[in-house]
Nanobody
Framework: QVQLVESGGGLVQPGGSLRLSCAAS????????MGWYRQAPGKERELVAS???????NSADSVKGRFSISRDNAKNTVYLQMNSLKPEDTAVYYC??????????????WGTGTQVTVSS
């Protein structure tokens, strides 16, 4: 079994910062790409940022210059540093990871989500 556990969400004022963390645990052999998605009420889930095992990153235009993604391969953990938060960043943020195991091959796993609310 593989679990992705997110932490770090909460309520923050516009212009504030939050740091999300997502740790993968269980029977893990190799983690390839990791990423963060978000889903606001009434909207589809969208990619926020992703990072390869080697550290190459990609992010949505709406968060460029404000959010940064990083990972610690030794800890099987991915982070999302969110600065200059705006009300439109309010959403449930989900962690995603592509994990290879000898019994299942490569599969995508999702965390259960953490709420981020940006409001004064």
């Amino acid at each position: 079994q593989v679990q992705l556990v997110e932490s770090g969400g909460g309520l923050v004022q516009p212009g504030g910062s939050l740091r999300l963390s997502c740790a993968a645990s269980g029977s893990i052999f190799t983690i390839f790409a990791m990423g963060w998605y978000r889903q606001a009420p009434g909207k589809e889930r969208e990619l926020v940022a992703s990072i390869t095992r080697g550290g190459s990153t990609n992010s949505a235009d709406s968060v460029k210059g404000r959010f940064s993604i990083s990972r610690d391969n030794a800890k099987n953990t991915v982070y999302l540093q969110m600065n200059s938060l705006k009300p439109e960043d309010t959403a449930v943020y989900y962690c995603n990871a592509e994990i290879w195991r000898s019994d299942t091959g490569s599969k995508n796993y999702w965390g259960t989500g953490t709420q981020v609310t940006v409001s004064s």
